[in-house]
């Protein structure tokens, strides 16, 4: 068994570039997933200088952890959406969905992509009798607005399902797009940190860790951007931690499923050179279940172990009413925007960020735009979102400060070094000693004895053993070092 995800076998590495000068650029995308690298894709026909940074390897943030769904059927949204706003608005977010999942679709097939794309039927189904009127309403949502459904109860308690969705293989996906991208005159530069944004005049600097980039316009497509003013995104968002197996697997079926409620199952197939049955469980808000050998074992009790090849985890950005961020962070000015809180379903809003991104540099109209505008109004139901969200904050920040050496701790040990708060871990061949608090926002970071990284158990940043930062949105390392 890979403590690593699937989609990362067999991927040959391209030479790395890394940025090794001052740089000028018309529009500098931070973050070189699926995100980044969809908007630049959209952009690339604007007969501007575009740049893309990626603090690791591309795809190999959030992008290679998801399961790879192309979905539109997404548990009960265009209930939710309909109760909190109403039936436009979630007819509205249902094209949105539509039309990225076209889009993508169309960029795979005319650019000859061979990411094993397959068509299959997608199931949303209740685990409990309670579970089942709210399944109806959204059968009834999604009827009114023009989609076919169908309901079952044969093989489930109750289910809605549909056929026109999608599965593939994320990261062939995206290291195609990246040489489409390069072919295009698009820099794109790896291993390369942003670490401050800074306006100057109409311009902004952004400073890496040795350069600086000047850019007219900056787009923030990282997982969880790393600023926290002026968008205070600790304030406007939780962060959802979900745990995935591949199994190996006979029978292949060319359907995926999704729980209607949390704590969600879902489940999808994957046939490449072997076959497996993509299985994912146990998703929480990342300040509780701290305890990470427990929630993997749970995961494993489920399934059939010994037939498990790869076993790794997944953080999404959860909004409050369940939309992205995908514009403007100033409502006059288009030169620092945003792409982010995809709620699970990162596949199609990485795609719609470029849609929108595109027409508004343009200044042209989108039916999306103020939908998912991250200036929208927050309503009372999302207050109270936010304020269960920053009790859980409080309650992990305080908790880990306090007891730092967790019962379930091997070979872990968190004290002080030098009047710094450290922590050591001995894999039985080496010792590490890292920072113990993370540079984001002074968490108390925890221990992944499975993945083996130092976790943030507030905002989910994350950092290898050595304390290299893999994951923001931290934008320092935690390596300890002797004065």
Known sequence: MKKESLWEQEIKQEKIKELNEDIETDILIIGGGITGSSIAYELKELNKKITIVEASLVGMGVTKNTTGKINYLQETIYSDLTKKYSLAHAKKYLTSQLSAIKELTNVIKKEKINCNLEKVESFVYANEEKEIPKLKQEKKILETLGVLVKEQTEQFLYALSVEDTYVFHPIKYLYALKEILIRNNI???EKTKIVEVKKEKENFICLTEKNKINAQKVILACHYPFFTMPFLMPLKAT???????ALEEDKIEAKTYITSKNPCTSIRYHQDKEKYLIY?????????HLNEKENFKNLLDEIPEEKVKFLWSNDDLITFDKMPYIGKIKKEEDHLLLATGFNTWGMTNSVLSGLIIKDILLNKENE?????????????NHMKEYTKNTLYSLKSFIGNKIIKNKDWYENVVYTKKNGKNVAFYNDGKRKYIVYSTCPHLGCTLIFNEIEKTWDCPCHASRFSLEGKCIKGPSRYDIEYKEK
Do not use: F
């Open 187 to 189: 820099e794109i530069y």
């Open 239 to 245: 962060t959802e931690k979900s745990y995935i197996a």
């Open 280 to 288: 994912l469980r146990n998703s929480h808000n990342i300040s509780n």
């Open 368 to 380: 999306w735009t103020e939908l998912m505008s991250p200036l929208r109004t927050n309503s009372i």
